[in-house]
């Protein structure tokens, strides 16, 4: 049973560039949820995605926007890249249907290194 | 808002010690409380939660954790640390609005030492 599976896992990119990440939940999960971890820190909320929906948000700016497909896999994209940016993003899935029952399923992360 | 404070940013025990990491939350309502583990390069791990009932819960890898109201508490206890426990521990609370939120404390990095 494949789990949590994020794309690329290491990334680096020049200050003003935009990106875009990639997240397959696990089998049977239908939301998605993306985090952004920085160095020392505990991962902070960007937001989370069911029926193709942003359903919440963190206090994170317009520049992180994204995308879940029908198939519930998603796409995190950051616009004008800030040196800030540089940060393990997590993917984490769930069923909506277990609430907090299960917890989060998290992928490995990847590494975006802003130049 | 809800939040969470781990106050050790790094803890060293021994092999084969005991080990306590501290969790404080802030939460008006009962709180959703869960514990999970991040070894280096990796994504994170669910040990445990707690929702209501029992508030000594039992996790995996021999973790437990005691939810205190009292306290606003949520530690996480192990009896007997192995070196493979070495990591980041991090304490989150749950927030339900509309969909289901996470929240995360900052982390403890536990160093055992053999």
């Known amino acids: 049973d494949a789990g949590v599976t994020q794309s690329p896992t290491h990334l680096i990119k020049t200050r003003g560039q935009q990106v875009t990440l990639r997240c397959s939940p696990k089998s049977g999960h239908d939301t998605v949820s993306w985090y952004q971890q920085a160095l020392g820190q505990g991962p902070q909320f960007i937001f989370q995605?069911?029926?193709?929906?942003?359903?919440q948000r963190g206090n994170f700016p317009d520049r992180f926007s994204g995308h879940q497909f029908p198939n519930y896999s998603s796409e995190l994209n950051v616009n004008a890249l800030l040196l800030g940016d540089s940060a393990l993003y997590l993917c984490?899935?769930?069923?909506?249907?277990?609430?907090?029952?299960?917890?989060?399923?998290f992928g490995s992360g990847t590494r975006l290194t802003v130049v | 808002a809800q939040s969470v404070t781990q106050p050790d940013i790094h803890i060293t025990v021994s092999e084969g010690a005991s080990l306590e990491l501290r969790c404080n939350y802030s939460?008006?309502?009962?709180?959703?409380l869960f514990w999970y583990v991040q070894s280096p390069g990796q994504g994170l791990q669910l040990l445990l939660k707690?929702?209501?009932?029992?508030?000594l819960v039992q996790g995996i890898k021999g973790f437990e954790a005691e939810f205190k109201r009292s306290q606003s508490s949520f530690n996480l206890r192990k009896p007997s640390v192995h070196w493979s426990d070495a990591a980041e521990y991090f304490c989150?609370?749950?927030?339900?609005?509309?969909?289901?939120?996470?929240?995360f404390g900052a982390g403890t990095r536990l160093f055992v030492k053999a």
């Open positions: 707690y929702f209501s009932g029992d508030t």
């Open positions: 984490a899935s769930s069923l909506v249907g277990q609430g907090f029952s299960y917890g989060y399923t």
């Open positions: 995605y069911y029926e193709e929906e942003e359903r």
């Open positions: 989150a609370v749950g927030e339900r609005t509309g969909g289901f939120k996470t929240i």
């Open positions: 939460y008006g309502a009962t709180p959703y």
